[in-house]
Structure formats: C-alpha cells, structure tokens
C-alpha cells in the first residue's frame, strides 16, 4: 500500500490500519452472516460441549462488541429462551415420554388417560437415556436460537432496513414510518389526557380507555395524511419506466418460480415422487422467483444517504461464520460419532481439534471486529426519551 | 372499498405462495414412513424455515410492484405502529392479545390486499420494536396476514350491527386459528421426536390430528387461545363500530384511488407549481371540513 494510494482514498473511504480500530457500526448484514453461520454449525451436532461452547462464544461477542441501543439488550431473553425450551423438551419426555431406556432413574405412577386420549399414559419409569436425548436435542435447537439472538444484539435492524432489495422497498419504508411513529404515539396519549383533564373529565376505566384510546387513533389517522403530503411533495414514489417485455419476463419468473417451489414442496413430501421434483426442484423454483423479484424492483430508483459498505471488517467477520459453518460440517464428514454422540450406550461427549478450531474461529470476531460506537453518557436504563408527565392533577396548574 | 388494487396476477402469486406456504406449516401430516426421505431426516424443517421467509418476502413484493400510492403507505406506517404498540399491553399477561382487533377492522375498511401487508408489518415492526426477531417471526407474519386478507374478504354489504357481530365471530375464529397453525408449527421443534405427543412419520392424518389435538389442548387451548379469541371479539364488540367510523372518516379523506388529473399550466396560469391537480373528494372534503 502506497501514500499516493492512501490520500487518493481517504476521501472516500477510511484509510486501512489505522482506521480499523476506530469505533463503528459494523454492517448489519455481516452479523446475520457470522450468527447464521453459527447457526448453521449448531445445527451439524448434538455434542453438548460444542455446543456449550457456540453458546459461549456468542455470549462472549455480544458482551464484547454490542452497542447501548435497545435491542442491544435482547440476548438476555434469547438466553432465557433457550433455557425453556431445553426445560420443556426434557419435561416432556418425562411427562408423555414412552420409556424407552435401561438405566432408569427413577419410576413414577402411571396415569393412563382414557381411550378418547389415543391412550397415552404419562409419566411412568423415567430413563437417562430418554432425558439425555431430549437435552441434547433441546440444547441444539437452544444453540441455534441463541446464535440468532446474538445477531439481534449486534446488528442494527434499522440500517438492515436500508439494505433491503428494491422490490421490498415499499414495505420497508412502511416498516420504518412504524418505526419512527410509534414512539410520537406515547406523546400523543399524553396530549390527548392532558385535554382530558383540563376538560374536568375525570373518568377511568372502560370508558376514559375510549376517551383515550380513539381520540388517539383519529390523531394518527390524521398524521397518516399529513406524512403523505409530505412524502408527495418530495418526490417519493416516483418509479422508471418498465418496457413490457420485461414486465413479461419478471411476472413469469415470479409466477414459473413459485410454480416450483409448490412442486418441489410436494415432491419433498411424496416418498412416491421421483428423485429430482424433490428439493432440486424447490431450490429452481425459489432461485427463479427470487430473481424474478430482483429484477422487478429495478425500476424503483432511489439515492442512499450514507450507506452502509462492505469493508475488510465486514467481510472478515462474516468470514468467520462461514468457516465455522465450514469447519464443523468437515469435523461432521470425519467423525460422525463424535458429532452425534450415542446415547444408547451412555457415553461421555469428546472433542475434536476440528471442532476446537471452528469455536475458535467463531470467536475471533470478539476481537477482530470494531468496537461499537458507545456514547459513554450515563444514562438511567428505563424510561428512553424523557417525556415530562404531568404529576398533578390540578387543571390549573399549566397554562 | 379497496385501497390496494389486487392485480389477478397478484392473486395468482398470492395464492401458489400460500399454498406453497401451507405445507411449511403442515408438513409433519404428510412426512413418509421412509426413512431414507429426504423429508425424515432433520433437514426438512430447516429447508422450510429458509423458504418461508423467501415466500414471505416475495408476496410482499408482488403485492407492492403496482406502485402503492404514498398515502396507502403513510396509512400502513401508522396502522402497523399502533399495532406494535398495542401488542407489548397484552404480552405477559396471559391470552390477552391485542394485535388482531385493529387488523380485522383495518382488513374490513381498507381491502383483502392493504389487510395483508398491514399483517406482516405490524408484526415485523413490533418484532423490531421489542426486538423478538427469530425463525417464528415469518410464520407469525404469515399467519397475521391471512387474517388481515380473510377480514378484507368478509362480505361487503353488512353495515351495523350486523357487521359488528360477523367482525367479532371472525375475530375470535382467527385467533383460533392463528393459535392452531403456530402450534402446529412448533410442534415439531417443542416436543422432539419421541414422545406420545410427537407426530408419527408416515402415520394416517387423522392419527396426528389428534396427537396434535392433544399438544394444543395441554399447551394453550385453555389458556392462551381461548383467552386471545375473547379478548379480540370482545374488543371489536366494545369498540368496533366507533374505530370503523374513525378508519372510513380516514379513507374518505384520504380519498384513495381519486384520480389525477395533470393539467398544462397555461390553464391555470394562477398557480405557481406545475399544476398537478387533483380531483375527486380529497378537494371536496377539505373543502367542506372547512
């Protein structure tokens, strides 16, 4: 890398190394990457230690490289989340489970349910087996889960609204109107009470809900209006000219696509069905509307303000989910055994160095990314925009 | 009246990727006994949970590519934001659901096609919101959007009382619904493969109808359906007919689909802009509101 090159690129972009380090949102679409590459090997064994180490690696970014926005603190809830269904799947298999197994923990009573309940019984001898197996497949799922709640931790689901295709645009914008509106709406019940009270109206319950309520649905009715005038007189919706013929093509991509997938479902799902209606057919068919869809959205012409690119920071980390994914796919062609430990004969889970390494590169993200732009004003944690609450109730205390 | 024109090739995609759909959802009934299927093996729900969402995405898409006009899309922003705001009151409390209330009225008022996406967005939105972002999100969406699209479908001609019932009958058979088709789809990834509760491979339909009977009524029948079907009839009983009246008041202002008229400037030489006029009751209204 040379000077010249570097002061002809500083404007544009920043310059390699010594910008690496200087706190940034990473691209949205690299976290989803790097969390579904995650995913993707936890989905590849039943291992608990993998799979507890999956978990811990994604913990381990997320605490690392998380921002203070709101949906920083969604893994917390993902986390519970997996812990539930790890718990419902063992609690079911001793609830209704059959009782298969011979080491058997313990035996309790049998309930037999009556003939209308397909005659199952529940409870009955508990085995190791039996709840070994449902941990192990709860815990997968959980991984799988929690590799996903990283990825709502990391990303910014606004600037991931950015990055949707053209088709989508639309619905997009749609999402993000929501978005902004929803928090004018706590202003809006305020207003509306505040007029309540001035009013003298003093009503709770059904009828002060009502009140409330309509009044503050009719006020964003109206906004509704008034966004669209807006959005009107700055030119939104303007879109290119479609020839025809292109038309044709993209409603029959679309159309013939889905045509596809609606065979290659059925063919997935018919054992008599040959071999090629079943998922080669079903990928055709997504690939073709797919492009179909991409190509439609061309004639949606718009400008970005600053958009999000893919520098060696993003690409690194997807990375790393991929080789990950990678990584423990090929412990997976080496080694079934070790990746799907036996439960029939009861034995202790091994690790591999292949699957070291995976977990390993799955964490490096946790240093290698930038570190998140954090504003290191200390806030309260509750209670977002501060919006002043009339306390009193006095109508005349405000002019 | 109809804000969002379904196309008939919009009806035809619509209808092939809710079929298409459907089977993401049913799949455990029609799984063979095989075990050398590829439908056995554990790849078959991975392979539907990354087609749902493409499907998803693709209706949402065909349904926008008329061009949405601007004030259908400011109308969605809004509907969708008060949806999302709506849903964090009943989560935690059990059954209380209020998301469906406002989308079958808005699904009656604004059209089969506006009810759709007014589905998938208020669901994504509060998704993004309360950040629960995860493989049910499409699912969901999916299912509240063919709840907005059946309210847009109900009858047009019931005004009154009538209509308020037909809506609350609707509301509490939807929330039934819904609940049905998310357990169905859970079921698979919450009981595993081999309890008395889990679906048989290859068993008759009616055998795992009923074993999926008995997962629904242990898991939520009692509590979360039945409480989620009440508390939206009683919803649209209590305050149907005044938001009906504030949506229609909306939609006559609005006055979607009026059409414009582009006249040359020399006509109205008092005018500064480029003299885009439009006609029909947006003007009318206004004018008489003041």
Redesign the interface.
């Known amino acids: 890398m040379t000077d010249a090159g570097t002061t002809a690129d500083a404007g544009r972009r920043p310059a390699r190394w010594s910008a690496w380090w200087l706190p940034r949102g990473l691209h949205p679409g690299a976290w989803w990457l790097w969390a579904l590459g995650l995913a993707t090997a936890a989905s590849h064994t039943t291992n608990p230690l993998p799979l507890a180490l999956l978990v811990a690696v994604a913990a381990l970014v997320v605490v690392r490289r998380r921002g203070d926005a709101p949906w920083a603190l969604a893994f917390r809830m993902y986390v519970w989340l997996g812990v539930v269904i790890v718990a419902m799947r063992v609690v079911f298999r001793i609830v209704f489970g059959g009782g298969q197994g011979e080491h058997v923990l313990v035996r309790l009573p049998e309930i037999p349910l009556p003939e209308w309940a397909a005659g199952i019984r529940l409870f009955g001898p508990v085995a190791v087996e039996q709840i070994l197996g449902g941990f192990y497949d709860g815990l997968r799922l959980a991984t799988m889960l929690i590799c996903l709640g990283a990825a709502n931790a990391l990303a910014n689901p606004k600037r991931l609204l950015k990055a949707v295709p053209g088709a989508l645009y639309a619905v997009g914008t749609a999402v993000v109107v929501a978005l902004s509106v929803a928090p004018q709406l706590v202003e809006s019940v305020l207003r509306v009470r505040r007029a309540r009270r001035l009013r003298g109206a003093t009503g709770r319950g059904v009828r002060a809900l009502r009140g409330i309520a309509l009044p503050v649905l009719a006020d964003a009715l109206d906004r509704s209006l008034a966004l669209a005038a807006a959005m009107d007189s700055r030119g939104y919706g303007r879109t290119g000219a479609v020839p025809a013929g292109q038309r044709t093509i993209t409603g029959g991509l679309v159309l013939g696509g889905l045509v596809g997938v609606c065979a290659g479902t059925y063919g997935l799902l018919d054992s008599a069905a040959p071999g090629y209606l079943g998922l080669p057919m079903l990928l055709a068919g997504l690939a073709a509307a797919v492009t179909g869809m991409l190509l439609a959205g061309r004639r949606v012409r718009r400008s970005r303000y600053r958009p999000d690119r893919w520098l060696p920071a993003e690409l690194l980390v997807a990375g790393c989910g991929v080789a990950a994914a990678a990584l423990t796919m090929l412990a997976g062609t080496v080694d079934p055994q070790l990746l799907y430990p036996p439960v029939s004969p009861l034995t202790w889970p091994q690790l591999t160095p292949l699957m070291l390494l995976a977990v390993g590169v799955a964490a490096a993200p946790a240093w290698l990314a930038p570190p998140p732009p954090v504003v290191r004003v200390h806030r309260p944690p509750v209670a977002d925009p501060p919006v002043p609450v009339p306390t009193t109730t006095s109508p005349g205390d405000r002019s | 009246m109809s804000v969002l024109r379904v196309a008939p ?1 919009t009806a ?2 619509l209808t ?2 809710s ?2 759909a459907l ?2 959802f049913t ?1 455990p009934f ?5 075990p050398e ?3 056995r093996t ?1 790849e ?1 729900p ?2 539907f949970l990354v ?1 749902l969402p ?2 998803v ?2 209706t ?3 349904l ?2 008329g ?5 259908a ?10 949806n ?2 709506l849903r964090p009151l009943g989560a935690g409390t059990a059954g209380i659901e209020t998301v469906f209330f406002l989308l079958v009225l808005a699904g009656r008022v604004f059209g089969p096609g506006f009810g759709f ?1 007014l589905g ?3 669901l ?2 509060s998704a ?2 309360t ?5 049910w999100l499409p699912f969901q969406m999916l299912c509240a959007s063919w709840i907005g699209l059946g309210a847009g479908l109900l009858p047009a001609r019931l005004r009154g009382r009538a209509e308020t019932a037909v809506l609350a009958g609707y509301g509490a058979l939807a929330a039934y619904g819904y609940g049905l088709l998310m357990n169905l789809w859970f079921w698979p ?9 889990s679906y048989v491979a290859g068993a008759p339909v009616l ?1 795992n109808l ?2 999926l009977a ?1 997962f629904t009524a242990v898991t939520s029948t009692f509590g979360w359906d039945t409480g989620r079907a009440i508390t939206t009839a009683v919803a649209i009983v ?2 149907g007919p ?2 009906l009246a ?2 229609r ?2 939609a006559r ?2 006055a979607f689909g009026a059409p414009v008229a582009f006249a040359a400037a020399s006509d109205r030489p008092t005018e500064l802009t480029a003299g885009v006029r439009r006609d029909g009751a947006a003007g009318a209204g206004a004018h008489r509101v003041q």
């Open positions: 090739r035809v995609v092939l990727a079929a298409a089977a993401t799949w029609f799984v063979p006994a095989h299927s590829t439908a554990a078959a991975l392979v087609m493409v499907l995405a693709l949402l898409a065909e926008t590519s061009g949405i006009d601007s004030k899309l400011a109308m969605l922003g809004v509907l969708a934001a008060v999302a705001a996406l998938s967005t208020s994504f939105a993004l919101l950040a629960g972002v995860g493989p990834f919450s009981v595993g493969a081999d309890t008395q509760l055998e009923h074993r008995l209590l305050a005044a938001v504030a949506l008041r909306a202002r609005a």
